[in-house]
DNA sequence: TCAATAGTGTCTCTAAGACACTATGAA
DNA sequence: TTCATAGTGTCTTAGAGACACTATTGA
């Protein structure tokens, strides 16, 4: 049977959250003119390896190099597609907003909510792909530095709490979050402060390549709670 | 191109953990007579779903029920297979010993250890997906009841400890280990206590059913650690 | 008798959560 | 002047780690 690859590729715009949408040409067989993840088949002729081919789709159906990129699941059945079987690799991306413009026409960024209250349906199972790879955005943002590729690489400490706020739904104390972004050692100081309305914003630098880091505890929200996965 | 299945099945002996061996047939056109992971292709007419099917190949190839499956990853690439590009969905399932003999004769139980040491090599990039398999569940047992699918369904506690530190590969303290057990609340205590060499041993027992449980923080080890995924 | 075993008591340490506080400049 | 903002001080609390301790019984 044949294997596609989906991405769920996602910025940060103001105090959103966005998903990059592609829409399918308007003659397609299944869901024609419907928008969609943007996503493809893996080409034996010209990728070496799942990953190779993820990065290849995504450059060619939008034109962008994702500063992230991570499998979430595979799945595969007998109704997600009405042409029978079909099976998906399903991927999580991340992108900077000043990295993230497209130029490529059938291709538009839509706010995660959009999505999720069905005023904007996608083909497919595509809403539950979506599902899927936000929460395992908003799992890893409790004990991780994921969300940081959201960020721009120069960005201000309160800005990238916004960005955490933004992607586990609920605020965060500012202490504990200077504390732990700090103690990971991924921002370095570059030294400059700026003036806004309160004491100079102290902005720090990130390596676009550099690693994940994990904390040892989870920030927030409800603990101990029984998962199916 | 075509998908298979292939499934990292563990149980725990004595103080070993074994994972679950097919020996392929002496005619089969790769490796031969070797030694590797159950697994198999998907089966469009057979199949529902890939966790179905999951399900079907393992009855098929050892005639096995695991108590507990999960997706790992999906590896697919031009070099796996000398047959070219191949693709495979990985999964780890567990199993407790009293449900794991298997009557087929193509099949053993085989210390992992054997496997890491390459003393028993085995086919295809097998011994890279078993890797991959057990960094899975020794990461989760670092914050779940995960194994807990590898004990019997009535147990004592220093026994349970016991499986987590095989896992882990490191001793854990008793303390701690007995308070975020008990604390996670998938433990009954069957009011059964059992005269050892101390103390009476108090048997708990748990539904094999039940749901994995998550902790807030992370037990023993190297904490904040950078990791690549 | 002695060592292995199951289990408890209790202290320390770390990091999260909570809240108050300062300093600053834009509206 | 007022208020939004960046940042610090410090107290409380939960749970992990460490260690000592009891009680019991098989070898």
Chains 1, 2 share one sequence.
């Not at 996503?39 to 993820?54: F, H, N, P, Y």
Request: hydrophobic letters at 40%; a neutral charge.
């Amino acid at each position: 049977m044949i294997s596609t690859i989906d991405t769920v590729l996602l910025r940060i715009a103001g105090h959103e959250l966005q998903v990059l949408l592609w829409q399918r040409p308007a003659d397609s067989r299944a869901w024609p003119g419907a928008w969609a993840l943007p996503g493809g088949w893996v080409s034996e002729d010209r990728d070496q390896s799942l990953e190779q081919a993820t990065c290849r789709i995504l450059e060619q159906k939008a034109g962008l190099k994702p500063d992230y990129i991570e499998q979430v699941a595979t799945i595969g059945n007998r109704q997600r597609d009405p042409n029978g079987w079909s099976m998906t690799v399903l991927h999580l991306a991340l992108i900077r907003f000043s990295a993230s413009e497209s130029t490529h026409q059938d291709t538009r960024w839509v706010a995660v909510d959009a999505v999720r209250d069905q005023s904007l349906p996608l083909a497919f199972d595509h809403a539950k792909l979506l599902e899927k790879a936000l929460e395992r955005l908003s799992t890893k943002a409790r004990y991780s530095t994921l969300p940081l590729y959201l960020a721009e690489t120069e960005l201000k400490l309160p800005e990238l709490q916004r960005i955490y706020e933004i992607v586990l739904g609920n605020p965060l104390h500012k202490r504990a979050f200077r504390e732990r972004i700090l103690s990971a050692g991924v921002l370095e100081d570059t030294g400059v402060r700026i003036q806004g309305r309160g004491s100079p914003a102290t902005i720090y630098r990130y390596q676009p390549d550099c690693a994940v880091r994990l904390f040892d505890r989870m920030m927030q929200g409800a603990m101990g709670e029984a998962i199916d996965e």
